[in-house]
C-alpha cells in the first residue's frame, strides 16, 4: 500500500488464487495496478504485508527462479562466465554457444551485467532461466524493452515450458501468440479470474493462506491483507 496525505491505496487486498503445475498463467493490468507487487510476495522478496505465504517446495533455490526488475549481478564476472556457472551448477543440457547466438548477445557475451540495456538483460536472464530450468518460473515484464524477434523467440520457449512447469508472468497488455492457460485482471484491489468457469480463484473474505505440494500439480491459496 501506499499514502498521499489522509488518503491510503492498497494495492492488494484479499487475494485467494490457486496455480497449478504444467499451468500457464499470465497477469496483466496497467503499472501501478499491484502485479509487481503480487509476484514479489509470493517469491517472499517483499514481506512487508499482512496475511501469510506459506508453500512446499523440495528445494526453493532450485525450484523457483523470479526474473524481476531490480535484479543484480556481480561485476567480477561477465555475462557468460555467469552463464557457465548456472550450466554446471544445475547441471543443464542447453549449449551456452548456441543460447547466445539464438538471443543475439555474441558480441557483449564478455561484458559485465551492469553494462547491458535493458533488453539485453531481460535476455540474459532469460537465458539463465533456461539453465536453471526450475519447476516455477515466475517472470515480471518478461517481454519489456524487447524487439519482434526477441519476443516471438521468449514466447516460443514458454510455449514450450509449459508443459512442465508453473509459469507465472505479468504484463501490461495481451501478448500475441502466448499459450497461456489462465489470465487474470489485475485492478488494484482484486486479481479475477476469466477462464475458468465455476473455479472461485479470488476471494476478499477468506483469512488464512496456503500453498500445498500434493502429487503433480501445485495449490497455492494466497491472501493478501495490506
Known sequence: SYTTGDFTQRALDGVSVNFRRNEFVAILGPSGSGKTTFLNIITCIDNEFEGEVTYNIIDKKKDVFYIHQKMEFSNDFSIKEWMIFFKNQYNSK?????LIMEFSLKDIETNTFSTLS???????LFILLLLKNPIMMVLDEPFAELDSNNRALITTYLNKLKQNHLIILTSHCKIENLMVDKEMN??????DDDNEEG????SSNIHT???NYKQNYFNIIFILIF
Open 118 to 124: 535493458n533488453g539485453e538483460k531481460r535476455r540474459f
Open 209 to 211: 493462506n496456503k500453498f
Open 186 to 191: 489485475v485492478h488494484h484491489l482484486e486479481l
Open 199 to 202: 473455479e472461485t480463484i479470488v
Open 94 to 98: 542447453y549449449d551456452i554457444d548456441n
